[in-house]
């Protein structure tokens, strides 16, 4: 945030030069970013986090260098002097949405002419980063960033019967606001109103019909409180942020209201020679709240591992506008300001104390450390296998954040949009995923747009099913997914150029399951909507479905701006920790000290058996010591007859102990193409 050096200066009196101002602030807390030059005047950039919106403005600012340096604070005036008619005869207010209006302050300034602001004013603005509009609304900045509470502007006159009602927008209700959009509101919304609707946004933004022009003679000034979530809601729905709902959201100071509006009224009688009328429209459904934090000094010394005395501890305190009450010799208790919101535990007030005592005078120390025999859980071990093995196979890993849009679950076969976030990040990624899938689609397309020849990318988290019972809690489950595409590529010199297939994803997969101890699965054919025709299959251990593989269709792909064919595979991490059980099933298998003996068999069978039966027939038959078995061809197509498809396959056979003849590897071959024949009616290519 931007802060004008000469500004601060005139709310405390401070001889350190710019650069020792920064680092003093810095030293307690509220970080500098840079300093610049605008005119002759000196522009800071603090950055203040979203838990100090009392730092906010300049006397903020100038409080916490105040207690820094021990240097004088120096309070803008905030006396109005009221000679115009009783304001009571001029305007009305009534809080009708107690809950989410906790006080409502308004200021009458009667016979205004509204002009141009003096160049002092806009000079200020200017420096801040604000556009000088006319003498009035330049007041109303001019107050929020001195003393950090936003104020509103109406034209009294264009308030029907003079009134002003703080109430729910009603449905279906519309406001233009200052901006020039005509938008819709919800009973959600709260709005500030006349007798007849909607004049301003509660919090965060004026309406076109009340904004204060060249004909306004009387001015209403608001000053109110507004509930920080409400005018949270308020500004993401619609899309806005302003100056005002910066500080109402992160919840501004109750207390500040009367003497920040009499403050601006002064500056707008003065800028327009106006008169303010007499007396305050205040409404306050809601008391003054007293927080009443304990503090042991004990404490104090044990969360800072420092020596300190009681009187620094209170004095530091006292500085920073806190109350003491003395409960005995070693403990208080603290009612903090009321611009302080953040401060409602006694760790709290040690922080404080920390901050202005010095964090460069806590001795350094280190931490104990508790060693846990066990070390990192089975899961977690788990877990850096299924990275490590899809690594290995040459995917890099992503991380996507669990954000997406109701599009990108219904493409990936949701039965729903999924669970709506109500505060989400991004506009339009308002839902938990249900698959990771949509999000490594995107971070395909970024890299092969980039032109990158081939991307294989991968990635470990959390998906979120919503539950068949509204209200509860959605199912997180722990899932891997992988995706690749691209154009022909050669991985090595002596490799020929191909492109990327079914079966890269399909052995990622089986390399991962096979990684934490468990049994290849076992692939059967399976459409999925998200999936070209044809081109997926499923993955099971047993009875249990780990997940799938297959090639994108076109249509999603086409979606995700992908132009090649793209591959993608998902499994699920808990049912393989359920295929488990009590854990992995390791087994050591010596290297085999005899030769093996390799076959191929050319085979025609209908198109509706696939390979995983043809292998699983020839594994079943007994005595036979297959020690593997490998698809290197399908065929489709003259001289195959129609409904029919070629596969030949590779088998080796091996026996512990021994050497095979011929005359066996014969016979195991003739029991197997019977078997085939038998179960899939299969014959051997050529006969």
Same mark, same amino acid.
């Given at each position: 945030?931007? @802060?004008?050096?000469?500004?601060?200066?005139?709310? =405390?009196?401070?001889?350190?030069?710019?650069?020792?101002?920064?680092?003093?602030?810095?030293?307690?807390?509220?970080?500098?970013?840079?300093?610049?030059?605008?005119?002759?005047?000196?522009?800071?950039?603090?950055?203040?986090?979203?838990?100090?919106?009392?730092?906010?403005?300049?006397?903020?600012?100038?409080?916490?260098?105040?207690?820094?340096?021990?240097?004088?604070?120096?309070?803008?005036?905030?006396?109005?002097?009221?000679?115009?008619?009783?304001?009571?005869? $001029?305007?009305?207010?009534?809080?009708?949405?107690?809950?989410?209006?906790?006080?409502?302050?308004?200021?009458?300034?009667?016979?205004?002419?509204?002009?141009?602001?003096?160049?002092?004013?806009?000079?200020?603005? +200017?420096?801040?980063?604000?556009?000088?509009?006319?003498?009035?609304?330049?007041?109303?900045?001019? =107050?929020?960033?001195?003393?950090?509470?936003?104020?509103? &502007? @109406?034209?009294?006159?264009?308030?029907?019967?003079?009134?002003?009602?703080?109430?729910?927008?009603?449905?279906?209700?519309?406001?233009?606001?200052?901006?020039?959009?005509?938008?819709?509101?919800?009973?959600?919304?709260?709005?500030?109103?006349?007798?007849?609707?909607?004049?301003?946004?509660?919090?965060?933004?004026?309406? #076109?019909?009340?904004?204060?022009?060249?004909?306004?003679?009387?001015?209403?000034?608001?000053?109110?409180?507004?509930?920080?979530?409400?005018?949270?809601?308020?500004?993401?729905?619609?899309?806005?942020?302003?100056?005002?709902?910066?500080?109402?959201?992160?919840?501004?100071?109750?207390?500040?209201?009367?003497?920040?509006?009499?403050?601006?009224?002064?500056?707008?009688?003065?800028?327009?020679?106006?008169?303010?009328?007499?007396?305050?429209?205040?409404?306050?459904?809601?008391?003054?709240?007293?927080?009443?934090?304990?503090?042991?000094?004990?404490?104090?010394?044990?969360?800072?591992?420092?020596?300190?005395?009681?009187?620094?501890?209170?004095?530091?305190? $006292?500085?920073?506008?806190?109350?003491?009450?003395?409960?005995?010799?070693?403990?208080?208790?603290?009612?903090?300001?009321?611009?302080?919101?953040?401060?409602?535990?006694?760790?709290?007030?040690?922080?404080?104390? &920390?901050?202005?005592?010095?964090?460069?005078?806590?001795? =350094?120390?280190?931490?104990?450390?508790?060693?846990?025999?066990?070390?990192?859980?089975?899961?977690?071990?788990?877990?850096?296998?299924?990275?490590?093995?899809? +690594?290995?196979?040459?995917?890099? *890993?992503?991380?996507?954040?669990?954000?997406?849009?109701?599009?990108?679950?219904?493409?990936?076969?949701?039965?729903?949009?999924?669970?709506?976030?109500?505060?989400?990040?991004?506009?339009? +990624?308002?839902?938990?995923?249900?698959?990771?899938?949509?999000?490594?689609?995107?971070?395909?397309?970024?890299?092969?747009?980039?032109?990158?020849?081939?991307?294989?990318?991968?990635?470990?988290?959390?998906?979120?099913?919503?539950?068949?019972?509204?209200?509860?809690?959605?199912?997180?489950?722990?899932?891997?997914?992988?995706?690749?595409?691209?154009?022909?590529?050669?991985?090595?010199?002596?490799?020929?150029?191909?492109?990327?297939?079914?079966?890269?994803?399909?052995?990622?997969?089986?390399?991962?399951?096979?990684?934490?101890?468990?049994?290849?699965?076992?692939?059967?054919?399976? *459409?999925?909507?998200?999936?070209?025709?044809?081109?997926?299959?499923?993955?099971?251990?047993?009875?249990?479905?780990?997940?799938?593989?297959?090639?994108?269709?076109?249509?999603?792909?086409?979606?995700?701006?992908?132009?090649?064919?793209?591959?993608?595979?998902?499994?699920?991490?808990?049912?393989?920790?359920?295929?488990?059980? *009590?854990?992995?099933?390791?087994?050591?298998?010596? $290297? &085999?000290?005899?030769?093996?003996?390799?076959?191929?068999?050319?085979?025609?069978?209908?198109?509706?058996?696939?390979?995983?039966?043809?292998?699983? =027939?020839?594994?079943?038959?007994?005595?036979?010591?297959?020690?593997?078995?490998?698809?290197?061809?399908?065929?489709?197509?003259?001289?195959?007859?129609?409904?029919?498809?070629?596969?030949?396959?590779?088998?080796?056979?091996?026996?512990?102990?021994?050497?095979?003849?011929? *005359?066996?590897?014969?016979?195991?071959? +003739?029991?197997?193409?019977?078997?085939?024949?038998? #179960? $899939?009616?299969?014959?051997?290519?050529?006969?």
């Amino acid at each position: 945030m931007r @802060f004008s050096d000469p500004w601060l200066r005139d709310c =405390v009196e401070t001889s350190l030069p710019p650069k020792a101002v920064g680092e003093r602030l810095t030293a307690v807390g509220i970080p500098l970013d840079s300093l610049e030059t605008f005119g002759r005047d000196t522009v800071y950039h603090f950055d203040v986090t979203s838990n100090r919106p009392d730092c906010m403005s300049h006397l903020g600012l100038a409080r916490e260098l105040s207690v820094a340096t021990g240097e004088k604070l120096k309070e803008p005036p905030s006396e109005a002097a009221a000679t115009g008619a009783p304001v009571e005869s $001029l305007a009305s207010v009534a809080v009708e949405a107690p809950d989410l209006c906790g006080r409502y302050s308004a200021l009458v300034i009667q016979a205004v002419k509204v002009g141009p602001s003096p160049d002092w004013l806009s000079r200020r603005l +200017q420096s801040v980063g604000l556009r000088p509009i006319n003498a009035v609304v330049d007041a109303t900045n001019y =107050v929020l960033w001195e003393m950090g509470h936003p104020l509103h &502007a @109406f034209d009294l006159a264009r308030l029907a019967e003079r009134a002003i009602r703080v109430r729910r927008a009603r449905a279906g209700e519309r406001i233009t606001t200052l901006d020039g959009v005509e938008r819709k509101l919800d009973p959600e919304m709260l709005v500030i109103a006349d007798e007849r609707s909607a004049v301003a946004l509660a919090g965060v933004m004026g309406g #076109r019909d009340t904004e204060i022009s060249g004909s306004t003679v009387d001015v209403l000034l608001e000053s109110a409180h507004f509930q920080p979530a409400s005018v949270r809601r308020t500004a993401r729905k619609l899309g806005l942020h302003t100056d005002a709902s910066h500080r109402f959201e992160r919840g501004a100071d109750p207390e500040i209201t009367q003497r920040a509006a009499s403050r601006c009224a002064t500056l707008i009688a003065e800028l327009t020679g106006g008169r303010i009328a007499r007396g305050v429209l205040e409404a306050r459904p809601v008391p003054p709240l007293l927080r009443e934090i304990p503090l042991r000094s004990e404490r104090v010394r044990q969360l800072l591992g420092l020596a300190m005395t009681e009187e620094t501890m209170r004095s530091i305190l $006292l500085k920073l506008g806190c109350r003491l009450a003395i409960v005995d010799a070693k403990s208080w208790c603290v009612t903090p300001p009321s611009f302080r919101g953040d401060l409602s535990l006694e760790e709290d007030l040690v922080e404080e104390i &920390a901050r202005h005592h010095g964090y460069d005078r806590i001795p =350094v120390t280190l931490p104990r450390m508790f060693v846990f025999p066990q070390g990192r859980s089975e899961a977690v071990r788990r877990l850096d296998r299924v990275r490590q093995a899809a +690594q290995r196979c040459g995917f890099s *890993e992503a991380l996507n954040l669990s954000m997406v849009s109701a599009a990108d679950n219904r493409s990936f076969g949701a039965d729903s949009d999924g669970m709506r976030i109500l505060n989400p990040l991004t506009e339009g +990624q308002d839902r938990l995923r249900t698959s990771l899938v949509p999000g490594l689609l995107r971070n395909l397309a970024h890299n092969l747009n980039r032109g990158l020849p081939e991307a294989r990318l991968f990635e470990t988290g959390r998906v979120f099913l919503p539950s068949p019972r509204r209200g509860e809690l959605p199912d997180e489950e722990e899932r891997a997914a992988m995706v690749l595409a691209g154009g022909p590529w050669r991985h090595h010199w002596s490799e020929p150029e191909r492109e990327p297939d079914f079966f890269d994803v399909k052995g990622a997969v089986d390399l991962a399951v096979k990684s934490v101890g468990l049994p290849l699965p076992e692939w059967r054919p399976a *459409e999925r909507p998200f999936l070209a025709p044809g081109r997926g299959a499923e993955s099971r251990l047993g009875l249990r479905l780990l997940g799938w593989a297959g090639e994108v269709s076109r249509e999603v792909a086409a979606a995700w701006e992908l132009e090649v064919s793209a591959f993608a595979a998902e499994i699920s991490l808990r049912e393989m920790a359920a295929a488990l059980g *009590e854990g992995p099933a390791w087994r050591h298998s010596p $290297l &085999a000290r005899t030769p093996s003996v390799s076959r191929d068999l050319s085979l025609i069978l209908d198109q509706t058996h696939p390979y995983s039966e043809v292998e699983a =027939v020839i594994r079943s038959v007994e005595g036979v010591p297959v020690a593997s078995v490998r698809l290197f061809d399908r065929y489709l197509g003259p001289p195959v007859p129609e409904g029919k498809v070629s596969m030949a396959v590779h088998v080796v056979f091996q026996a512990p102990g021994r050497t095979l003849v011929s *005359e066996e590897v014969s016979g195991y071959l +003739q029991r197997i193409v019977q078997r085939l024949r038998d #179960r $899939l009616g299969a014959v051997l290519r050529g006969n």
